[in-house]
Structure formats: structure tokens, C-alpha cells
């Protein structure tokens, strides 16, 4: 019973695509390393981040990143190093600037839009024309074609 819990407790941990090749020997810039790469999406696998892909283009990335850091580069210049390459669409979060600003409101401003065009439509609707009437001539018509006057004549005052 134990082995099971063993097993699937190791099973359920994330699977990590990092090499031990790949490893810095400096614990601080791993750790930087690692904190950043959790936010770089493999251009591949898309919904993974390079920590976690087996991609050899994510290997690149993560040795890249690796790299940058060894040479000195701050998080912001070696993020900044990476998306000049690649583009922005290896941020898992893309930046609030430029043409990305469609993108983050785009969905609210839609939200919004269709919500005004349900209110409308709504209040449109409510206010539609009650249905009129018979008028004598229809009346007098309908209870000729029925040959009843009294039971359809009530029901449709």
C-alpha cells in the first residue's frame, strides 16, 4: 500500500522537461531561472512553459535564458532578450502596451456591447402591441364560418 501512495504521489507531481545538463551550479540564478521560464510559453507545445516541455526548441529557450542570466543580464533585460527574438507570444501574460491593448479589452468592450444589445432587444419586445380584437364585420364573418355565436364570439372578446 505505501509503494501505491509512493507512486501516485509522484505521479501527480508536475513533470519537469529541465535537463540536469541544463542546471546552473549557482543556486540563486536556478532559482531565477526557473521563476522565469514558468512564464515562457514553448512556442510548440503552446499551453506549457518551457520548464515543462519536451520540445528541443524549448531546450533552446531555457538554455538561452540560462545564459542571459550567467551573463548578467537582469530578469527584465533577459525576458526583454527572449521576446525580441521570439516575439511576445511566448509570454504566458502579454504585456498591456501596443496592439496587445485590443487584445485584453477586447472581450470586456464585447461583453458590454452584447449586453447593451440583449437590454435593447429586451426592451423592445416589452413593449410590442397588444393583440387587438375582433371588430363586428370579423365577428359577424367568424360566426358565419363556425355556425357557433356564442362559445367562439366570448372567447375571442
Known amino acids: 500500500m505505501k509503494w501505491l501512495v509512493f507512486i501516485l504521489s ?20 536556478e532559482i531565477r531561472a526557473r521563476s522565469l521560464s514558468a512564464d515562457l510559453r514553448c512556442p510548440v507545445c503552446r499551453n506549457e512553459s518551457i520548464d515543462e516541455s519536451h520540445a528541443d526548441i524549448a531546450r533552446d529557450l531555457r538554455l538561452l535564458l540560462r545564459e542571459r542570466l550567467v551573463v548578467g543580464d537582469t530578469d527584465e533585460q533577459a525576458m526583454q532578450f527572449l521576446v525580441d527574438r521570439y516575439g511576445e507570444y511566448i509570454l504566458f501574460n502579454p504585456r498591456v502596451a501596443g496592439v496587445n491593448i485590443l487584445l485584453w479589452f477586447a472581450a470586456p468592450i464585447m461583453l458590454l456591447f452584447s449586453g447593451g444589445i440583449a437590454f435593447v432587444t429586451i426592451k423592445v419586445r416589452s413593449r ?11 365577428k359577424k364573418r367568424l360566426e358565419e364560418l363556425t355556425g357557433d355565436k356564442d362559445s367562439r364570439a366570448t372567447l375571442i372578446n
Open 128 to 138: 410590442a402591441a397588444e393583440p387587438v380584437g375582433l371588430n363586428a364585420e370579423e
Open 10 to 29: 509522484i505521479l501527480a507531481t508536475p513533470l519537469v522537461a529541465v535537463q540536469p545538463d541544463e542546471v546552473l551550479d549557482d543556486a540563486a540564478l
